[in-house]
């Protein structure tokens, strides 16, 4: 790795932590419940809105809903040329969003399901 690559990493790197220190009340006021992060923490640009629904339980119409408001936030990038589906910008830990000091909605069936890593293991 070069100089320049270098200064590069450094430069990006303080941009993103400005950026997530920047949009921590709004991503506070976004992610007010459990269900919220849980599907935040799964935004990974690669996964599809059904198949999150599996994983979380949650209805793909509200994953719909929940996303544009995070997209709207600034702390989910839309679909791209980089990613097919919605991709978190930041860790739930980068905007201090923690989930075990979030509610529950009423009635919630969703939990934090052990999902396989890829490649079946």
Same mark, same amino acid.
């Given at each position: 790795?070069?100089?320049?690559?270098?200064r590069?990493?450094?430069?990006l790197?303080?941009?993103?932590?400005?950026?997530?220190?920047?949009?921590?009340?709004?991503?506070?006021?976004?992610?007010?419940t459990?269900?919220?992060?849980?599907?935040?923490?799964?935004?990974?640009?690669?996964?599809s809105?059904?198949?999150?629904?599996?994983?979380?339980?949650i @209805?793909?119409?509200?994953?719909?809903?929940w996303?544009n408001?995070?997209?709207?936030?600034?702390?989910?990038?839309?679909?791209?040329?980089?990613? =097919?589906?919605?991709q978190?910008r930041?860790?739930? =830990?980068?905007?201090?969003?923690?989930?075990?000091?979030l509610?529950?909605?009423a009635?919630?069936?969703?939990?934090?399901?052990?999902?396989? @890593?890829?490649?079946?293991?």
């Amino acid at each position: 790795m070069d100089n320049d690559d270098i200064r590069w990493e450094a430069v990006l790197g303080y941009l993103r932590a400005m950026a997530s220190v920047a949009l921590r009340p709004m991503a506070e006021e976004v992610l007010d419940t459990y269900e919220k992060a849980l599907l935040f923490s799964k935004l990974d640009g690669n996964t599809s809105q059904l198949k999150l629904q599996e994983m979380t339980r949650i @209805p793909q119409a509200t994953i719909s809903r929940w996303v544009n408001e995070f997209t709207d936030a600034g702390i989910v990038a839309p679909p791209g040329k980089a990613f =097919r589906n919605h991709q978190a910008r930041f860790t739930l =830990r980068e905007l201090r969003v923690n989930m075990a000091g979030l509610k529950k909605k009423a009635g919630s069936e969703s939990e934090v399901i052990a999902v396989p @890593p890829a490649g079946g293991e």
